[in-house]
Antibody, heavy 127, light 109 residues
């Protein structure tokens, strides 16, 4: 069974750091790009970051660029999100998701839909 | 940055058809994906690449995309279809990033 399981959420003070993990199973992890999506309480979905299957290419939303770092360990089938300089507005449920495919053609990079999602982990930034 | 606009809510009677729009500049040139999210649950992909359905998604869910509007159509609506729905695209025109729509709450009357 294809499965994603997030962990690492919790309560952190403004300015603090947290590292989220997403353990993948049931598919060849290294063959797929992965992504993080968050959802603030009562709000819509917000894309956070994505990473290629090899880990060599990363993409970030402007709201987290320079503060968050996405990475992966393909030997451990695990995706990570290092979150630094956390702010109250980073409070959200964080989901990891598998990208259906990623292709590069003529210098254009295209990532497709998220076909598998984890159950999410809550991050609360508050003093 | 690219913006996707959805109506906040759509109400539909059981057995009728619900249409959820997703507006964006020349969205017809992009691949649009749709997600269903029920309260307390993770989103589920219901349509990808404008009009394709993942395995296990009923044929009642269909999609189209042209010009400045993409549409998710739910035929023969059931009570279990009540949920939030989000459209999504990948934009690589100026930078590389995903965009989600504002979300639509579908209420089954």
């Amino acid at each position: 069974e294809v499965q994603l399981l997030e962990s690492g959420g919790g309560l952190v003070q403004p300015g603090g750091s947290l590292r989220l993990s997403c353990a993948a199973s049931g598919f060849t992890f290294s063959s797929y790009a992965m992504s993080w999506v968050r959802q603030a309480p009562g709000k819509g979905l917000e894309w956070v970051s994505a990473i290629s299957g090899s880990g060599g290419s990363t993409y970030y939303a402007d709201s987290v660029k320079g503060r968050f770092t996405i990475s992966r360990d393909n030997s451990k089938n695990t995706l990570y999100l290092q979150m630094n300089s956390l702010r109250a507005e980073d409070t959200a449920v964080y989901y990891c998701a598998k990208v259906r495919y990623m292709i590069t053609f003529g210098g254009v990079i295209r990532l497709d839909a998220f076909d598998i999602w984890g159950q999410g982990t809550m991050v609360t930034v508050s003093s | 940055s690219y913006v996707l606009t959805q109506p906040p809510s759509v109400s539909v009677a059981p057995g009728q058809t619900a249409r959820i729009t997703c507006g964006g500049n020349n969205i017809g040139s992009k691949s649009v994906h749709w997600y269903q999210q029920k309260p307390g649950q993770a989103p589920v992909l219901v349509v990808y690449d404008d009009s394709d359905r993942p395995s296990g998604i009923p044929e009642r869910f269909s999609g189209s995309n042209s010009g400045n509007t993409a549409t998710l159509t739910i035929s023969r609506v059931e009570a279990g279809d009540e949920a939030d729905y989000y459209c999504q695209v990948w934009d690589s025109s100026s930078d590389h990033y995903y965009v989600f729509g504002t979300g639509t709450k579908v209420t089954v009357l």
